[in-house]
């Protein structure tokens, strides 16, 4: 498996605009992107932090994975994501050393990227996320 860097750590937000105001005016940071991902329920935002990423996540609907996440555990660290040169070789690699997948393939997430995660009883409790850009 070829992890090339941290793609994005993603924050569990319950309004969007107020945490865009804190990060950029408070942590000096700038939104270049807001995005709906309909199909996950969620609307994202992005700020760059050298070659990481941080991606704002507000729920769309409270039975969305957000949705669920917030009333569960609050706002906070939802997932570290990592970037891959081969998503599907990373999830075959990851199931076979024994680590439990929610999602079988790659699936489309925000900025265009496939995307997958491994299931965080499995990782240690954290939601992990590969990312690849086709």
Do not use: W
Not at 71 to 80: P, Q, R, S
Not at 101 to 118: H, N, S, T, W, Y
Request: proline share 3%; charged share 30%; glycine share 8%.
């Amino acid at each position: 498996m070829d992890l090339t860097h941290i793609e994005h750590i993603g924050i569990a937000v319950k309004n969007l605009n107020d945490s865009i105001s804190y990060y950029e005016n408070v942590l000096g940071l700038k939104c270049y992107a807001i995005e709906e991902v309909k199909e996950q329920k969620v609307k994202t935002a992005f700020f760059h932090i050298g070659q990481t990423k941080i991606e704002l996540l507000e729920s769309t609907a409270p039975e969305g994975p957000i949705g669920k996440f917030i009333e569960k555990k609050g706002e906070g660290l939802h997932h570290i994501a990592f970037a891959v040169t081969n998503i599907e070789n990373a999830l075959q690699e990851t199931e076979a050393k024994g680590i439990t997948l929610i999602d079988k393939k790659p699936r489309k997430g925000a900025e265009g990227l496939d995307i997958a995660f491994l299931h965080p009883k499995a990782t240690y409790g954290v939601l992990t996320e590969f990312c690849e850009k086709k």
